[in-house]
């Protein structure tokens, strides 16, 4: 079956940066794409930026351009997600969700970050 | 601001039929498809609704959507207890060349 785990809680100091792991399980990785959403404590949903699995194109949302670099290790079947310059509107839950190239069918369980000096 | 824009609430009373609606733009919800997703509490979105109207898999076809011209619908007859969740509707923007959501719609049954 198929399954995103995503890395545990982080708790992060203002201007520094942090990286979030996505890893799948019960696919072939490489077959599809990843987006990433994030969710500010009681806030809508975000879209950050997705990933192509096979190739490792990217495409960023204007508001996060220059401060998120999505990543991917195949060997790993593992996509990362990594967000710089944190300031305290960045405290949010992080979410990977693969794309089946008509939708995003599975989410991950979400990842707290936590930005405090 | 949202890009899309949602009313914050909406209720019911189990077995009604309720509807949410989704306004945009020409440049998203105009020209794109619109997505529809549920949050239960504490979990992550949930897919309900993809390319404006069709359902995934296991999605009840107690919900339903539609779009016309810049706005979307999701409706949910038969309402029950557990539709209590916040739903989001999504298109792609053509000018941000960017996925936005709409500022979510709190779901109450009554």
């Known amino acids: 079956q198929v399954q995103l785990v995503q890395s545990g809680a982080e708790v992060r100091k203002p201007g520094t940066s942090v990286k979030v792991s996505c890893k799948a399980s019960?696919?072939?990785?490489?077959?599809?794409?990843m987006h990433w959403v994030r969710q500010a404590p009681g806030q809508r949903l975000e879209w950050m930026g997705w990933?192509?699995?096979?190739?490792?194109?990217?495409k960023h949302s204007q508001k996060f351009q220059g401060r998120v670099a999505i990543t991917r290790d195949t060997s790993a079947s593992t996509a990362y997600m990594e967000l710089s310059s944190l300031t305290s509107e960045d405290t949010a839950i992080y979410y990977c969700a693969r794309d089946n190239g008509v939708y995003d069918d599975y989410w991950g369980q979400g990842t707290l970050v936590t930005v405090s000096s | 601001q949202s890009v899309l824009t949602q009313p914050p609430s909406a209720s019911g009373t189990p077995g009604q039929r309720v509807t949410i609606s989704c306004s945009g733009s020409s440049s998203n919800i105009g020209s794109n498809y619109v997505y529809w997703y549920q949050q239960l509490p504490g979990t992550a979105p949930k897919l309900l609704i993809y390319r404006s109207n069709q359902r995934p898999s296991g999605v009840p076809d107690r919900f339903s959507g539609s779009k016309s011209g810049t706005s979307a619908s999701l409706a949910i007859s038969g309402l029950r207890s557990e539709d209590e969740a916040d739903y989001y509707c999504a298109a792609w923007d053509d000018s941000l060349s960017g996925r936005v959501f709409g500022g979510g719609t709190k779901l109450t049954v009554l």
């Open positions: 019960g696919y072939t990785f490489t077959t599809y794409s």
């Open positions: 990933i192509n699995a096979g190739d490792g194109n990217t």
